[in-house]
């Protein structure tokens, strides 16, 4: 069965700090993934996404993750957050149809 | 502006009573979806439909329904049968082929149940 896991559902961090999110999932065939943002009061809207090709992913505000396909995972990172990064973020997998993992709460402190 | 939108923002029902959750798109996509979001549970997916007129049961379809008459249009009905329903729904559209199209999302609707 496709499955989605997010290892941290809530993760506080002060501004200037690393950011990774974890993500894995559980899949025997071809994957496509994706991470999406929903800020206080917004839509929710897509971050990156990976199909294919290189497995290091750029998004949007200085978002990227990484492919693993050894590992199933698809982690967020992000070298330096700050306080608008504070937001639940959505990892979701595509395969025979689109999952969604549980969510991670990111609280940056100022 | 192209978009999706769910009305009402917010909606308080009591308890034995049907709602329907309105949801318009206007970015000429084939396929829309609703899907629950609880605290801790992520997004679960209830109908989605593929095209007009046909629909498909998602992971919890169980005390909804819904119809696709129009392209643009997704309206979501939660009925008594439904025995937990207060939750924030979300609609969301995408090109065909849901797997890999990325799906755009309305501002969704919290439903109260007092």
């Known amino acids: 069965a496709q499955s989605v896991s997010q290892h941290n559902h809530h993760v506080i961090l002060s501004e200037a700090a690393s950011l990774e999110l974890g993500c894995n999932y559980s899949?025997?065939?071809?994957?496509?993934l994706f991470w999406y943002v929903q800020y206080p009061g917004q839509h929710l809207q897509l971050l990156l996404k990976y199909f294919s090709g290189d497995p290091l992913v750029k998004g949007i505000k200085g978002f990227e993750a990484e492919f693993i396909k050894s590992k199933f995972s698809f982690n967020l990172r992000k070298p330096s957050v700050q306080w608008s990064d504070t937001a639940e973020y959505f990892c979701a997998v595509g395969g025979f149809k689109t999952i969604f993992g549980a969510g991670t709460r990111l609280f940056v402190k100022a | 502006d192209g978009g999706i939108t769910q009305s009402p923002k917010y909606l308080f029902r009591k308890e034995g009573q049907n709602v329907t959750l309105s949801c318009e798109q206007n970015?000429?996509?084939?396929?829309m979806y609703w899907y629950r979001q609880d605290p801790g549970q992520g997004l679960r997916l209830i109908y989605y439909s593929q095209i007009v007129n046909d629909f498909q049961k998602g992971d919890i379809a169980e005390g909804y329904s819904v119809s696709r008459e129009k392209k643009e249009s997704f309206p979501l009905t939660v009925t008594s049968a439904q025995k937990n329903p207060t939750a924030f729904y979300l609609c969301a559209s995408s090109n065909l082929g849901w797997s890999y199209n990325e799906q755009f999302f309305g501002p969704g609707t919290r439903l109260t149940v007092l």
């Open positions: 899949y025997g065939g071809t994957v496509n």
């Open positions: 970015l000429n996509h084939d396929a």
